[in-house]
T-cell receptor
Framework: LAKTTQPISMDSYEGQEVNITCSHN???????ITWYQQFPSQGPRFIIQ?????VTNEVASLFIPADRKSSTLSLPRVSLSDTAVYYC??????????WGAGTKLIIKP | EPEVTQTPSHQVTQMGQEVILRCVPI?????FYWYRQILGQKVEFLVS????????KSEIFDDQFSVERPDGSNFTLKIRSTKLEDSAMYFC????????????FGPGTRLTVL
């Protein structure tokens, strides 16, 4: 079965780049790795997804090594409003959805 | 921008009672999901639904849970006999045409079982 591991929490400062890594072994070979953001009392919100190498959109980048055993969400120049919990989402080899435990990111002024 | 809506926003019930949580998916989405999040804990997958049947479910989704799309628009989660440990936020999410499509989450229903 797949298992995901993320840091429980991280701190950073406004204007910094933040990288959050999720380790995930035994994931489905043909599915995306997805990251979500969640603010308190709200549902998770899609940030980015990728299959391999690097994906970039207007809010983040996602780096996935060739072995796909991890993925790194990169948030450039964070602001206070990026304070949230960040989840990685994968499917295991049985195609079951597996959510990470979430990383609580706190951005300080 | 289309969004997923859920009702009620907060439901309080007595242990042993049945509750039905409702979700209105984004129109033309084909995949529907229910998740649970106990206060302060991570998001937990319950069930996915496609083409009027369950496509996958987790170990949490036991016989006390059921889902249906009774009228082609609402997507419901029924908990037959609630327990104290069912107290949580329940999120509905909908996706597009493929199981890998992005999931859009509703605002959630806070269920409190007394």
């Amino acid at each position: 079965l797949a298992k995901t591991t993320q840091p429980i929490s991280m701190d950073s400062y406004e204007g910094q780049e933040v990288n959050i890594t999720c380790s995930h072994n035994n994931i489905a070979t043909n599915d995306y790795i997805t990251w979500y953001q969640q603010f308190p009392s709200q549902g998770p919100r899609f940030i980015i997804q990728g299959y391999k190498t690097k994906v970039t959109n207007e809010v983040a980048s996602l780096f996935i090594p060739a072995d796909r055993k991890s993925s790194t969400l990169s948030l450039p120049r964070v602001s206070l409003s990026d304070t949230a919990v960040y989840y990685c989402l994968v499917r295991d080899s049985n195609y079951q959805l597996i959510w990470g435990a979430g990383t609580k990111l706190i951005i300080k002024p | 921008e289309p969004e997923v809506t859920q009702t009620p926003s907060h439901q309080v019930t007595q242990m042993g009672q049945e509750v039905i949580l409702r979700c209105v998916p984004i129109s033309n989405h084909l995949y529907f999901y229910w998740y649970r999040q106990i206060l302060g804990q991570k998001v937990e997958f319950l069930v996915s639904f496609y083409n009027n049947e369950i496509s996958e479910k987790s170990e949490i989704f036991d016989d006390q849970f059921s889902v249906e799309r009774p009228d082609g628009s609402n997507f419901t989660l029924k908990i037959r006999s609630t327990k104290l440990e069912d107290s949580a936020m329940y999120f509905c999410a909908t996706g597009g045409y493929l199981p890998t499509d992005t999931q859009y989450f509703g605002p959630g229903t806070r269920l409190t079982v007394l």
